[in-house]
């Protein structure tokens, strides 16, 4: 199996060219394709024409999956480990989450064990708008002021849901990825409640720091879908936003199918 991996941007992110990801990958290109995952922390797969099970079959060969807690409203029928990230409608309801990033964020980051990656596969898109953002988190924390890494170093978090008030968990502001060992922020403005052991208004105003920090265009890859486009994201490392500008126009059909590969306990 031969395919060439080209980068897409500075910052991050790089397209696998020439794989059909319906036929079986051996050891050695599944070898090549974590590296390069680990190597560029978000990969991009075109003109895909995956079935629900062949999109959990890949996303398997990551590691388990993840269950995620809204799953029970949103899950693809008949595939419990499918998340359907969709504008559409059904008899009125949304037939999967509409906007899965309206902030950046990295995901289940509020459970005790955040998500180590996941796939988006898109079916149906618009004419235009619904790009989605990656950020280099490594590259964000490897250019952090002193003065603010020396305020955040060693702090943990508390993380919550924005949907269910009951999942929280405390993560370290900067986590040790667990298999490159490298160092990056970890803390996101979606689901990161506020700093520990630390008063609120101190908490919000070095956490807003850190966001425009990380939200500098240099360390951002835009992502322009094309139907069929698998992305498959390290949730370790990077954070991602949806950018959707006409979400309430019932003309606006954004249609994707969500995997999500279980982590471990951030350090
Ligand atoms: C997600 C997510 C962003 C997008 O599915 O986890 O954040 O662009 N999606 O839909
Ligand atoms: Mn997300």
Redesign the pocket.
């Known amino acids: 199996m031969s395919f060439e991996i080209r980068p897409l941007s500075d910052a991050l992110g790089a397209e696998v060219i020439g794989i059909d990801l319906t036929q079986p990958i051996d050891d050695a290109a599944f070898t090549v394709l974590h590296k390069a995952h680990l190597n560029y922390q978000v990969l991009v797969f075109r003109e895909q024409q995956l079935t629900p099970q062949q999109q959990i079959d890949f996303s398997v060969r990551f590691g388990p999956l993840d269950k995620h807690p809204s799953q029970g409203k949103a899950h693809l029928e008949g595939y419990p480990d499918i998340?359907v990230?969709s504008t559409k409608t059904e008899n009125g309801k949304d037939v999967g989450?509409r906007n899965?990033?309206p902030a950046w964020?990295s995901?289940l980051a509020y459970m005790e064990q955040p998500a180590l990656g996941?796939m988006?596969y898109a079916l149906e898109l618009p004419d235009s708008g619904?790009n989605?953002g990656f950020a280099n988190m490594y590259a964000a924390c490897e250019a952090l002021p002193k003065d603010l890494r020396e305020a955040v170093e060693k702090r943990r978090a508390l993380f919550c849901s924005t949907r269910n008030k009951e999942l929280k968990a405390l993560h370290p502001i900067l986590r040790t990825h667990p298999e490159t060992g490298r160092k990056s922020i970890f803390v996101n403005p979606q689901l990161t409640h506020r700093i520990n052991d630390m008063a609120d208004d101190e908490s919000d105003a070095l956490l807003a720091e850190i966001y425009d920090h990380c939200r500098k265009p240099n360390f951002i890859y835009w992502h322009r879908w094309q139907p069929g486009d698998l992305t498959f994201w390290d949730n370790r490392c990077v954070l991602?936003?949806?950018d959707h500008k006409r979400l309430d126009d019932p003309n606006y059909i954004r249609h994707?199918h969500?995997t999500t590969i279980a982590g471990d306990t951030p350090f």
Request: aromatic share 0%; glycine share 12%.
């Open positions: 998340l990230v989450i899965a990033g964020h995901d996941s988006l619904g989605t991602h936003i949806a994707m969500r």
